[in-house]
């Protein structure tokens, strides 16, 4: 897949959640331009472009980044700490999907600037509902603070 | 007034009025008319003369008495001299006065006279008898010479004495009392009758009768005795501590005639010395005392400073203080005691010093400076206390709290854990479940479908269990900010949105007037969630459920309770209601975690207050709690 296309950054390091997500995206025929990264460093390396996405244009950033809290290696408050203190990423917007619910998670997240907060359901139907909408408002709705790159 | 005379009276010896006689004899026949004359006017110019006949009716008075009794002298003439009697002297004086010259002899004494216009003159009296051919008193001559400055500053003296605390007395070299003030009757309890001419002995108790010998002894040597302290008998017997000081009494010829003793009663002073000693005597057995010059070298320890800080006597002193120091604390400790006690003030803290063998001890420490004459402090003193002990407790208190913010660390990010990683199987499972029924539908039959519906309501029931986990640790976390709650307001919009939650249930809510509470409005908010949720839920099988709400309030604290009319409980359970996962009914009859009144249970006494439940089985059940008005106006 060219990761320059990517218009959703899908940042899980559970399968069986980035299968449930893709699952729940697919059905809005949101899935063609998903990339996913497993851990926290990972799509560190991917925003900015170092590393292993070294070839990356960070000039191309995704519509939306969906990010887990609870990453091997670098968490994901971490991550979104370095988003939104590097001027050529705070504008793109995060939203955090995770389990937890804990005040101190919601603080900490909107503190840091994210754009979004939601508590994955346990309850599937919820998932799928929550996910699609989420992706559909991202991809669909929601006018993103750059013009389209391609 | 009547007693300022001297206590000692002086009378001369009367002499042979015959040996005057032929004196005046002899003179006359020496001296010429002239001379006579001229011994008249000067006598005449500085003495009060006058006469009297045998009974004291003046015949004559010259100028001088004219001038002094401010009488005219046809006034005076054929007067008995009676009329200048002052009434301040005693009887005993007049008639020892009569006594002697009525038997013919000259007598001599110190008398006060009032003049006509009522002012006193004190006048030094001689009368000598004129006898009559029958060898009796015919008439008396007196001579008074003024003295009345004198005996003013005499009076004064007096006056004087007797107003002074000090007991001031005065004795001859046998030890006889001559003199005794007001103050020594305050001291010893003897009237100044009662010890006038008595030996001074009377005073010292058994053991202390050489001392007063040995006392005089030195006064009859001309030395003053300085101050020293010593005991005394007073007339009751009792004992007091003095302090005396007795210097010899000289003749105008230089001759140690008798003493004089000022006395001080310093009993309570004893008192208080003897205090100050039993507490410094205590304090040493207790206490590190120390004592340095102004730069802290050590001029005096006491037995217990050397004991504790393990270096001898010698070895500490003229040694810095600072040897002592253990380095556990910060220059500024030191710069701040330093700044305290050079600026004159006591220093007080905790310090931990090294004793010589490398040990260390803790001591509760005040030092106080000692002033010198130009205000800067000279010297300090050191009183410190060893509470080693007590440090080392607290350092273990403090490790015990480290441990224990560990373990609510560790908790805390347990139930993270907890939050994030159960949630997410359960997710897979119930997904996964859901896909299966999806994409297999046609491949299933009822069964298999009946048992995909199965593992998906037992992942909907693990899922509550885990939210309302984390609700029960949260609540246990949480801090709570307390203020004022309209219950009446929570409890109906509590109510209203429950109820649309349960459509088609008929349900009837009576709320009456309710005390305001204080506490945190989110948890007590739950509270009433929760216990409204189950009254609701346990009146299910009620044609009609009927929730009463009831408040009160008291002093100190307000009440509610929330009453249904259910299907009750055994009151037997009643005090396993709030633990938590504990459930008197199966899931089948009423779902439930069994979390909901752990929580209700922990948010009230996390805001100080009680948790109760009263029932009959398929009465319905009555859930009350109390919450504490602390810090409530009115």
Redesign the interface.
């Known amino acids: 897949m060219n990761y320059n296309e990517t218009e959703i950054l899908l940042v899980e390091d559970?399968p069986?959640?980035v299968e449930?997500t893709l699952?729940a995206l697919r059905k809005n025929n949101l899935t063609n331009k998903v990339f996913i990264v497993n851990d926290g460093a990972e799509a560190l390396e991917y925003i900015f472009a170092t590393g292993k996405y070294e070839g990356r244009n960070i000039n191309t950033p995704p519509k939306v980044i969906l990010l887990d809290?609870?990453l091997p290696k670098i968490n994901g408050i971490e991550v979104l700490e370095k988003i939104k203190s590097d001027p050529r990423t705070k504008m793109i917007p995060v939203v955090v999907v995770?389990?937890?619910?804990?005040?101190s998670d919601l603080r900490k997240c909107y503190a840091l600037g994210v754009n979004s907060y939601l508590q994955?359901?346990?309850?599937?139907?919820n998932?799928v509902r929550v996910l699609s909408e989420t992706g559909l408002y991202w991809m669909v709705f929601n006018q993103p603070p750059y013009s389209n790159q391609q | 007034m009547s007693h300022t005379e001297n206590k000692t009276v002086r009378q001369e010896s009367p002499s042979n009025p015959m040996d005057i006689k032929r004196v005046l004899e002899q003179l006359s026949q020496k001296l010429t008319d002239t001379d006579f004359s001229a011994l008249l006017n000067s006598l005449n110019s500085t003495a009060l003369v006058s006469m009297t006949d045998e009974k004291g009716n003046i015949v004559y008075a010259n100028e001088k008495f004219v001038e002094i009794s401010k009488y005219s002298l046809p006034e005076l003439i054929g007067q008995n001299h009676r009329i200048l009697k002052s009434g301040h002297q005693r009887d005993t004086l007049f008639a020892d006065l009569w006594q002697n010259i009525s038997s013919g002899k000259i007598w001599r004494g110190e008398i006060k006279n009032r003049a006509k216009d009522g002012s006193y003159y004190w006048v030094d009296t001689s009368i000598a008898p004129v006898l009559g051919k029958d060898g009796k008193p015919e008439r008396y001559i007196s001579v008074r010479f003024l003295i009345t400055d004198k005996k003013e500053a005499e009076e004064r003296l007096t006056s004087i004495i007797n107003s002074a605390d000090n007991a001031i007395i005065t004795k001859d070299l046998n030890g006889n009392i001559l003199s005794w003030n007001n103050g020594a009757e305050k001291m010893y309890g003897y009237a100044a009758e009662e010890v006038i001419g008595k030996d001074i002995g009377i005073l010292a108790p058994a053991g202390l009768r050489e001392e007063i010998r040995f006392i005089l002894g030195r006064i009859k040597k001309g030395e003053r005795v300085p101050q020293f302290e010593t005991k005394r008998r007073k007339k009751n017997g009792t004992m007091i501590d003095i302090s005396l000081s007795i210097s010899p009494i000289m003749s105008s010829a230089g001759i140690v005639v008798g003493a004089s003793t000022i006395a001080n009663d310093i009993t309570e002073k004893k008192v208080k010395e003897q205090t100050l000693v039993g507490l410094l005597t205590a304090l040493d057995k207790t206490a590190l005392v120390s004592m340095t010059d102004h730069k802290g070298n050590i001029l005096y320890a006491n037995p217990k400073f050397v004991e504790i800080s393990q270096y001898s006597l010698p070895e500490l002193l003229g040694q810095n203080h600072s040897i002592l120091k253990s380095g556990h604390h910060s220059q500024e400790l030191f710069k701040d005691l330093w700044q305290t006690i050079s600026g004159g003030k006591v220093w007080r803290g905790e310090i931990k010093n090294k004793a010589k063998d490398g040990t260390y001890y803790w001591v509760d420490t005040s030092i106080a400076p000692i002033l010198g004459q130009n205000g800067a402090p000279e010297k300090y003193i050191s009183v410190r206390f060893l509470i080693t002990e007590k440090k080392e407790i607290e350092q273990k208190i403090d490790e015990y709290l480290n441990k224990l913010e560990a373990a609510n660390k560790d908790l805390e990010s347990f139930s993270?854990s907890v939050?994030?990683?159960l949630?997410?199987?359960?997710?897979?499972i119930?997904?996964?479940?859901?896909?299966l029924l999806e994409d297999y539908n046609s491949k299933l039959d009822d069964d298999g479908k009946h048992l995909i519906d199965v593992i998906?309501k037992s992942?909907?029931h693990m899922?509550r269990l885990?939210d309302e986990l984390?609700a029960f640790s949260?609540v246990g976390r949480q801090e709570i900010k307390k203020e004022l709650i309209d219950m009446e307001e929570m409890v109906s919009a509590v109510f209203y949105e429950l109820k649309n939650a349960n459509p088609g249930r008929d349900i009837e809510l009576n709320l009456p007037k309710l005390p305001q509470a204080l506490g945190d409005s989110i948890l007590v908010r739950q509270v009433w969630v929760n216990l409204l949720s189950n009254a609701i839920k346990f009146t299910r099988p009620r044609k009609a459920a009927i929730i009463d709400i009831l408040g009160s309030k008291t002093n100190d604290e307000a009440l509610y309770a929330v009453k249904d009319n259910g299907v009750g409980f055994d009151p037997q359970y009643a005090d396993k209601l709030f633990g938590v996962f504990q459930r008197l009914h199966d899931a089948k009859t009423f779902e439930g975690t069994g979390i909901g009144l752990a929580i209700v249970k922990k948010i009230i006494t996390k805001h100080g207050g009680k948790v109760w439940a009263d029932s009959q089985l398929d009465k319905g059940a009555t859930f009350s709690f109390s919450l504490p008005l602390i810090s409530q106006k009115s």
């Open positions: 559970n069986n959640d449930l699952r809290l609870k995770t389990s937890s619910r804990e005040d994955k359901p346990v309850d599937f139907d998932f | 993270y939050s994030h990683d949630r997410a199987p359960l997710r897979s119930d997904g996964f479940s859901q896909i998906r992942t909907e899922g885990i984390l949260r």
